[in-house]
């Protein structure tokens, strides 16, 4: 494995899509501690952070035909694990009582006390909002940015036209951002890295 340390992260992509063990088990070396502290730092279970971290390298792993050469394997990693801290808060997954006080501060909160919002409270109130959008908005919205299905595909599964997914991707990013303004520049952030088109 020390000569695989040598390899720059596209070449180590490049032996993944081959099937290459040793490559995925460098690319872990070099990038598994740092997602389960970027985890751990949003979930705050260990145990969870732990069963998510090793969730998205299977997932690595089973689709690394899917990995672009050129992919930002770092970055990669991070948006993988942030759509399933998404996917967890959406699903009821994660406290009840943390989703519902998160939602009561949302509400009460003042603009001030928002900057102070860490990045896993922003997700869990991003979430919460994409919860409340209209429903065949949000199914395409969830389809797009946390199964990450190309309009193509969404539009084959739901029977609808690609413009019309496009047009449901941008009313929902439209609708999120209006009601996330209020939550400071860290939101916006997290919004940003979902407007992916």
Do not use: C
Request: glycine fraction near 4%; proline fraction near 2%; charge should be neutral.
């Amino acid at each position: 494995m020390a000569a695989y340390s040598a390899y720059s992260d596209q070449e180590l992509v490049a032996f993944l899509k081959l099937g290459d063990k040793t490559a995925f088990e460098e690319v872990y070396s070099r990038y598994g501690m740092m997602i389960y502290f970027k985890v751990n730092q949003m979930l705050r279970d260990e145990e969870a952070a732990k069963d998510l971290v090793q969730d998205v390298f299977m997932n690595l792993w089973s689709n690394a035909g899917q990995v672009k050469e050129d992919a930002n394997l770092p970055g990669y990693l991070y948006v993988s694990s942030r759509n399933r801290i998404f996917n967890l808060i959406q699903r009821g997954k994660t406290r009840n009582d943390y989703v519902s006080s998160i939602s009561r501060y949302a509400t009460e909160a003042s603009t001030e006390t928002m900057d102070k919002l860490d990045e896993r409270e922003l997700m869990a109130i991003i979430a919460l909002e994409i919860a409340k959008l209209p429903v065949k908005m949000r199914q395409v919205f969830e389809m797009s940015r946390l199964e990450n299905l190309s309009h193509k595909e969404i539009a084959e599964k739901l029977g609808i036209s690609e413009k019309t997914v496009k047009t449901q991707v941008h009313n929902a990013l439209d609708i999120l951002r209006v009601k996330l303004k209020s939550y400071g520049p860290g939101a916006m952030i997290i919004l940003a890295m979902l407007n992916k088109d």
